[in-house]
């Protein structure tokens, strides 16, 4: 099966569907974007801290790996950014044109997987923007390398991961509000289903979606020649029961180092 087409096509249907990290931001976000009081998340709820930015993005190569939605990338845009959007949905990436469009925003969209960056050359950008995506990859190792491949020098790798420990809980009784454990990590949404339990779940056009150690999200990126420079967690803001135990997200500031 080929779980990149697979989530490709379950992204387009959350779309129709109005899930909320498919919901581009309004004009008014853009306005004042365009005035300098902008802010973006690449995690649920806490916004990334404006230092981990360099001081103006005016001119900023700016790459959103994984980040369709008309979120991210038409806020940079109106920053004064030169931003690229990348994502497998093709209606993800249609809310940035229209966002983009809207608001006479100069912003390129790209359909395409984020662990192969070919279209890309070496060092072609300043900075990557990541947003919790990469759950939806088996391996991450190709993400981190492509990132540090694309980037220039010292350039800035800002991502957004699931803290592992999520996806020891049972779904269906976490959706009822109780915290049973019943998985393992490394974690696939297909590891314990049945085949017809598998069939029904691909046919419904749900995402797959895989739990990585917190060893491949950090220390993958060090072995892809980053050095973390920041990090810090966050949760889904009281709407889980898991947020009154630990904090279910990481963000990381990494920065590209050439080693001699």
């Known amino acids: 099966m080929n779980t990149v087409k697979h989530n490709s096509k379950a992204w387009d249907k959350k779309v129709e569907d109005g899930v909320s990290y498919t919901r581009p931001v309004s004009k008014e976000i853009i306005e ?14 806490k916004p990334v801290p404006r230092s981990w930015f360099p001081k103006s993005l005016h001119g900023v190569k700016v790459l959103c790996l994984a980040s369709g939605g008309g979120q991210q990338g038409p806020v940079l845009a109106a920053t004064g950014a030169d931003v690229t959007v990348v994502d497998i949905s093709q209606k993800q990436l249609e809310n940035d044109q229209m966002v983009a469009e809207t608001n006479h925003l100069s912003l390129r969209v790209i359909q395409g997987d984020m662990c192969d960056l070919s279209m890309f050359d070496e060092g072609e950008f300043d900075l990557i923007v990541h947003p919790v995506s990469n759950v939806f990859v088996e391996d991450i190792s190709p993400v981190w390398r492509e ?29 009822k509000g109780n915290l049973v454990v019943s998985n393992s990590i490394p974690y696939s949404t ?49 709407r889980r029961p898991i947020d009154s135990f630990i904090k279910s997200f990481v963000a990381t500031r990494a920065v590209k180092m050439k080693l001699d």
Do not use: C
């Open 147 to 175: 990132a540090s491949r694309v980037l220039k020098d010292r350039g800035v790798l800002i991502s957004g991961f699931t803290n592992p420990l999520l996806f020891i809980f049972d779904d269906e009784e976490d959706q």
């Open 32 to 45: 004042k974007s365009k005035l300098g009081d902008w802010r973006i998340t690449v995690t649920t709820e």
């Open 190 to 238: 297909l590891d314990s289903m049945t085949q017809k339990e598998k069939s029904d779940y691909l046919k419904a056009d749900e995402t797959i979606e895989f739990g990585h150690t917190l060893e491949n999200q950090i220390q993958g990126q060090i072995d892809a020649g980053f050095v973390i420079t920041g990090l810090y967690e966050d949760d889904f803001g009281g």
